[in-house]
């Protein structure tokens, strides 16, 4: 498939998000007025811990976990529609897998089939096929019996993607995916999601804290700034990947580190939590 | 013991120490037990000697003059009451506390009617249910029924609650109602700590056995005791509460070997 066979945009404006004080005396401003337009291609969203990169991640997905009105302000737009709840277009990737620890990995890869929702979108035959697909894609076929507690972080992790990739979504949204993984199966978790990625090319939002995962997947890469999250740096590269170890020593790969982390600098020093009164 | 196990919660003792640690303390307290009947310094009317009591549990066991088992008898009626009512417990007990865990509006509507009575007590509420559901078969079942609910829906309740909003909000994403998001994420994973429930809920009507068969009883090992304690028969008393507590432990016991079989996957916090 070409890059032309999934064309899907997402669209944030104005986004706003702010959350009531616990005690009750004013709100905390997360994220402060985001517009940012996102096409096809991996798309990297860089900041440091706790910035509201989740949040606006949340949105894209359309999930309120919360009971508060998410975004407060401004909108959210898939192909120019506006997003309120969750959509068939966006599947999401968390950092902690959310395997059943109760099924298999083939059970939890068929899990989205147990819902009404996709049972009555896909057939029985064509997620049966979709499994095996999916299975193979993410290598997990010879584990198809196991239980998430027999597997390791990164297998986890994996029957976590292949239960997104299995809904073939134009939309594949990642919460910082590997940050609890060991360098080396962080790597390994990289190379795969690029591998699926150029087989199937479709939109990736990717949040992470970590700029050498920025720079070794990215097509794009936005840098936010901390609370209130606001959009410190937004850059390409075009490096194709896979990229190899002489690029990221190179200078203009070391130039963007130095310019992601001078970013990242300037955000942390002011860090302080904004409050405003209502 | 050495230094390294003896103030150290963490450390590792093998089954062959812990069940000689256990046998040991029980056998040091029968022999005291036995020490003290045999020295004659507490009457047998306050605390039979262990001989007496096993005499007294051959007795109960096999009553060769009339050909029966007071035991046997006793135990079947007093079984078949906990299971009556632990079936309640469980029909009713457990949907309701799931549907308390899935809707916090549910939870505050019921909570103030159901947790008051885990520190209540229950057994003061017995009269209450002789004046509504008279002296029968109903009234101790329900009995045990009310006296371990209240412990069962609070820990369903909970069980629900402890599971880690990441899988509600993953179901969601991927299309879940929020109802097959409880169902299908939050449910299957909340399923060890409801079984946890039911044995604690288990356990609980144990203990309130020999309450509900105070009042009106003809079978059943509370009213065996209440009997015997009657005629003053402080041997028995002691075989019945024995029997009790063995049966208490081996349902225990079972319920734990079951659970475990059933949800192999449950991970050891």
Redesign the interface.
Known sequence: MSDSANPVSIELKDIVQEYPHKDGTGVLRVVDGISLSLQPGINMLLGPSGCGKSTILHMMGGVRPIGVQTPTSGTVLIDGKACVEAHDDAVMVFQRYANRPDLSVEENVAFPFRLKHWRARVSAAEARQRIEETLAAVGLSAHRKHLPSQLSGGQNQRVALARALVLRPRILLMDEPFGALDAQTRAEMQQLLVQIYEHNPCLVVFVTHDVTEALTLGDRVIVLSTQPAKIADDFAILEPRPRSVTWQRSTEAVRMEERILAQLHAASTGRASLRVSV | MSELTTWNPYAPLSAQTTRTLGIAAVAAVLLLWAVISATGLVSPNKLPAPWQVAKAFGYLAWDGENGRSLLLNATLWSVGRVLAAGALVVAIGIPIGVLMGASPRLNAALSPLIDPFRSAPVVALLPIMVMWFGIGEWMKVLFLFVGAVVYLIPMVRDAVRAV??????????????PL?AVR??VL??A?PRIADAVIVAVSVMWTYITVAEYVNAREGLGQLIQNARRFSAMDQVFAGIIVIIAFALLSYQLMRYVKSRM?P???KL
């Open positions: 880690p909003q990441a899988y509600w909000i993953s179901a969601r994403d991927l299309g879940a109602t097959e299908h994420a299957p994973l399923m949800y996957w449950e991970t």
